[in-house]
């Protein structure tokens, strides 16, 4: 195994009702000033909204609300100019992954005089500023964001969709399976691929150990098996708490250690989003099969195959297993009824197609850090054979 470095500071706070008797204290050990941060209108019509603030008695309660999916940097800016106008101390975050993304990079936005999308596009000068301690409530199982450094906000007006990172992971998350219950199907199908791509980009690294590889194939197993139960029986509280735990475990850090290349589809779906604004998720299980076909060669044969094995229980020769691996991914995300061509998103031509992948390429290093290095050819490859379904329907 390479060398590593691992640490990661938030304390969960994992659970039925873990908010009623923990909220208050969590947040105001932080001080007395909070921005409480959220998306629509979810949260007041399922009555979150109103069981948070009662725990919030006593605080002085600042609102940014209507954050939306793929943050955009305009929530980002008017959450700067509230956490500097009212002398913010914590931040509340309750919501999904857009929520929590966004709360990181306000909470830097405070220490930073001009337009917070600076530190978007050059995470070294988040590094170099202090960050309001984040205090979250997970609402969707999917980013992994309650429990990592990351976050990923886009930009309309220039097409960008990037990742930033910062300081510090949130202070406290909760994490509470019943408040997913009320999670469409759309997006419970949405974020348990968005914890399997999470998984997919990890797994196949040049430098991947036997340690890391099998925990991520009990992660695999987890959410395979538990997004059906939950796509079914919404009120499952095992499958729904599988797949919430599974979520932070995919993406805290520990499966990544000593992990060596980039990741590949996330900077493509990210041009995807950036342009057709589609839910990520859903971009990713478009694109994830058909990346996994253009990057089985002789040389990434043995780790597919092993893929194929340890995840999908499958049995043969490496070839067989390994494009039955592949058959398997694309039929699973299919069963959980979400689009698998681009043309289901809304995307019925190739006219931004060289435009994002040469963006892709040069944003995620494609060419020098991937697993299977790309140029923008390569991609443009891929998003082609993502117009239809032609090479998986069998």
Excluded: C
Aim: negative net charge; aromatic residues 8%; glycine residues 8%.
């Amino acid at each position: 195994m390479n060398n590593f470095k691992f640490q990661n500071k938030t304390a969960i706070q994992f659970g039925k009702d873990v908010i009623d008797n923990a909220l208050h204290d969590a947040v105001a050990q932080f001080g007395q000033n909070v921005l409480f941060v959220y998306g629509g209108g979810s949260i007041k019509k399922s009555g979150l909204y109103d069981r948070v603030m009662s725990k919030l008695a006593g605080l002085t309660v600042v609102e940014l609300s209507g954050i939306a999916p793929n943050p955009k940097i305009a929530s980002v800016r008017a959450g700067q100019a509230l956490v500097k106008a009212h002398d913010i101390d914590v931040i509340l975050a309750v919501g999904g992954g857009s929520v929590i993304d966004a709360a990181k990079v306000i909470a830097s936005s405070k220490f930073y005089d001009a337009d917070p999308w600076d530190l978007v596009l050059d995470s070294g000068k988040r590094y170099q500023l202090d960050q309001l301690p984040v205090v979250d409530i997970l609402t969707l199982s999917a980013t992994g964001t309650e429990m990592n450094v990351g976050s990923v906000i886009s930009n309309p007006e220039t097409h960008q969709k990037l990742g930033t990172g910062g300081p510090q992971s949130p202070a406290v998350s909760f994490l509470d399976p019943t408040l997913t219950y009320t999670v469409s199907k759309w997006q419970t199908a949405a974020g348990a691929i968005d914890i399997f791509s999470h998984l997919t980009e990890q797994y196949f690294d040049r430098s991947a150990n036997d340690v890391t590889s099998g925990m991520m194939a009990g992660l695999y197993r987890a959410v395979i098996k538990n997004a059906p139960i939950a796509l079914a029986d919404p009120d499952n509280y095992d499958a729904r708490a599988a797949l919430m735990w599974a979520s932070t475990m995919s993406l805290n850090g520990l499966v990544n250690v000593g992990n060596t290349n980039g990741w590949t589809v996330h900077p493509i779906e990210h041009e995807l989003s950036a342009y057709y604004d589609i839910t990520h998720g859903v971009g990713l299980g478009i694109l994830t099969p058909r990346w996994m076909q253009y990057s089985l060669s002789a040389e990434t044969l043995p780790r597919f195959a092993q893929f194929g094995r340890e995840v999908w229980d499958l049995t043969g020769t490496d070839e067989a297993v390994a494009q039955g691996a592949i058959q398997a991914t694309f039929d699973w995300i299919k069963a959980l009824d979400v689009p698998t061509t681009l043309p289901g998103v809304g995307i019925v031509d190739k006219t931004y197609f060289e435009v994002m992948a040469e963006s892709a390429v040069k944003v995620g290093r494609l060419a020098q850090a991937a697993y299977v290095p790309m140029q923008a050819a390569d991609v443009v490859a891929i998003l082609s054979a993502a117009m239809t379904d032609d090479d998986f329907i069998q």
